[in-house]
T-cell receptor, first 108, second 116 residues
């Protein structure tokens, strides 16, 4: 069973749309959760950490549901510059497991 | 902002040759990682390193791979005898390990390895 499962997409949305990504994780002992953004042939960059209480950073909202073992990322009012691959990451012990990434293309 | 730095950014090598990829993690970070990403595929864990020894490694990290922290700042990945399927982007990453902010992992820009 994979540690982290993520819908690879692709998601093609018009500018201004709201888009949501989900990730599920298998280990209930996982302690920290993150969303990363990866541009083509670049390194993953931390977008935001994910907390049970939910957290928001501008147009981005991340949520953690420990009971169902999933994390989500909501992007509102999407911009062309949001086009990228979004990776969820789960920290279990000293290990970080990444999802396959969800590809987002925002269309003018 | 402190960052993880990696060299070289791109290396082309012949099959069977040895390759060393270098990384300078963020100063005062305690945990170090190597990941790889084959073009178009997911980021895959190779190895983690803490307190001058390997703490975990994946099935990918077989006997042809080794890691070292030779001088307290560099963290290297050596591939002894490269195969065509080793062609990938190799990312070094580090994290602090502190209670409040130590659970975030930061990546270097990657070393793109092409084996021909």
């Amino acid at each position: 069973r994979k540690e982290v499962e993520q819908d690879p997409g692709p998601f093609n949305v018009p500018e201004g749309a709201t888009v949501a990504f989900n990730c599920t994780y298998s280990n209930s002992a996982s302690q920290s959760f993150f969303w990363y953004r990866q541009d083509c042939r670049k390194e993953p960059k931390l977008l935001m950490s994910v907390y049970s209480s939910g957290n928001e950073d501008g147009r981005f909202t991340a949520q953690l549901n420990r009971a169902s073992q999933y994390i989500s990322l909501l992007i509102r009012d999407s911009k062309l510059s949001d086009s990228a691959t979004y990776l969820c990451a789960v920290n279990t012990g000293n290990q970080f497991y990444f999802g396959t990434g969800t590809s987002l293309t925002v269309i003018p | 902002e402190p960052e993880v730095t990696q060299t070289p950014s791109h290396q082309v090598t012949q099959m069977g040759q040895e390759v060393i990829l270098r990384c300078v993690p963020i100063s005062n970070h305690l945990y170090f990682y190597w990941y790889r990403q084959i073009l178009g595929q997911k980021v895959e864990f190779l190895v983690s390193f803490y307190n001058n020894e390997i703490s975990e490694k994946s099935e990918i990290f077989d006997d042809q791979f080794s890691v070292e922290r030779p001088d307290g700042s560099n963290f290297t990945l050596k591939i002894r005898s490269t195969k065509l399927e080793d062609s990938a982007m190799y990312f070094c990453a580090s994290r602090g390990g502190g209670f409040i902010s130590g659970n975030t992992i930061y990546f270097g820009e990657g070393s793109w390895l092409t084996v021909v």
